[in-house]
Structures are given as structure tokens and as C-alpha cells.
């Protein structure tokens, strides 16, 4: 395991959402203080918001993608291109690791938990980690980054 997957596992056990425990381990590399990294990405976690859409630890992913390969020229059609594809092969990646993009599906939750589970999040007791597999998919998201764009 790399340095900053182990970062990011340490972020996640530590409280953070999937989201920001990923572009926590590498915000270091953009200069954005932890405080921001964590702020910028709090709304993705529980796969955005906790609707259990797309994962956060994906999300977190794309935010270090877009400081990695992304442009701030509007006109620039080869590097949003080149940024898209990047995107999709770190979606690739993420979905031969892990199965699926969906928070909902990684998870394996059903219609009716899914409704049940409200906005506010889990407590982080042992009973939380033995039945998500949350923390180990964020040290997942870290690892292909650090292969990636290390």
C-alpha cells in the first residue's frame, strides 16, 4: 500500500466521508490545506449525499483527476477530451476493482434499506466497518491514483 492510500484509509477511519478521505491523502500535492480538500469534497460522500449514487471514494478520485488532467480553458476541446478520458479509464480501473461505480450496489443495500437509512450519517462503531466495505474501497480509490498519477 502507498503512502497516500494509507492516508486516505486513516482519513476515512478517522471520520472523514469516503469523498474527502481520498482528496485529503493528495490535496498536499495542489496546495490546498486539508480544511479546504475536506470542504470541497463533504457533499460527495455517501455516493453524493448520502443518496447512494455515485461512490464518493470514485468521486474523491475525480477531484484529484481534475487537478491532475483538468483545464480551466473553456475553449480548449483537446484537454476536456483528454480529461474525459481519463475519467473513463479511472472509472474502468475503479469498476474492475470493486464491481461497480454506485455507492448502493458496493454496498449491496436493498430498496428498503436504502429508504430507511435517512440523511444523518452512520455512527463509525466496530459493527460500521465489519458490515461496509467503505474504508477499504477508499484505500482502493488512493491505490489506482498513486499508480496512476504518482
Known sequence: MGKRAEIAYNNFKSGYNCAQ?????????????EETAAKLASSFGGGMGRM???????????????MET???DASDREAKAANYESVQKL???????????????????TKKQEENEGTAPEARTQSYYKKRPCAEIVRCAAEILEETFE
Do not use: T
Open 21 to 33: 478521505a481520498v482528496f485529503m491523502a493528495f490535496s498536499d500535492k495542489y496546495g490546498i490545506d
Open 52 to 66: 447512494r449514487e455515485v461512490c464518493g471514494a470514485f468521486s474523491g478520485m475525480l477531484l484529484v483527476n481534475s
Open 70 to 72: 483538468g483545464s480551466a
Open 91 to 109: 472509472a474502468e480501473r475503479f469498476k474492475e476493482e470493486n464491481g461497480s461505480l454506485i455507492c448502493r450496489e458496493l454496498l449491496g443495500l
